[in-house]
Nanobody, 112 residues
Framework: QVHLVESGGGLVQTGGSLRLSCAAT????????MSWYRQAPGKGREWVAA???????QYAESVRGRFTASGDGTKNTVYLQMNSLKPEDSGVYYC??????WGQGTQVTVSS
């Protein structure tokens, strides 16, 4: 059974940075594309980025140039470095493999 645990969220001011982590057990994420999503209160889940180790990294237009996805195969963990954060980046952030269910997410709150 694949299990994903997101961490690293918190409260930051506009312009601040956070680094999210997603640790995977039960599957080697190197064999899959890992995606990041976020969900703001009252809104649907929004795709943020996708990373495949050794392959392309893709970003939503709203975060391109500010967010950077990366991975560490030795730790079976992917990261999302978020810089120049804006209030509209606030929400619960999730990581997801095609073969996994949704985790509990990690809350990001950017104050204005």
């Amino acid at each position: 059974q694949v299990h994903l645990v997101e961490s690293g969220g918190g409260l930051v001011q506009t312009g601040g940075s956070l680094r999210l982590s997603c640790a995977a057990t039960g599957a080697q994420f190197e064999n899959w594309e890992m995606s990041w999503y976020r969900q703001a209160p009252g809104k649907g889940r929004e795709w943020v980025a996708a990373i495949r180790i050794g392959g392309d990294i893709q970003y939503a237009e709203s975060v391109r140039g500010r967010f950077t996805a990366s991975g560490d195969g030795t730790k079976n963990t992917v990261y999302l470095q978020m810089n120049s954060l804006k209030p509209e980046d606030s929400g619960v952030y999730y990581c997801k493999l095609p073969i996994s269910s949704w985790g509990q997410g990690t809350q990001v709150t950017v104050s204005s």
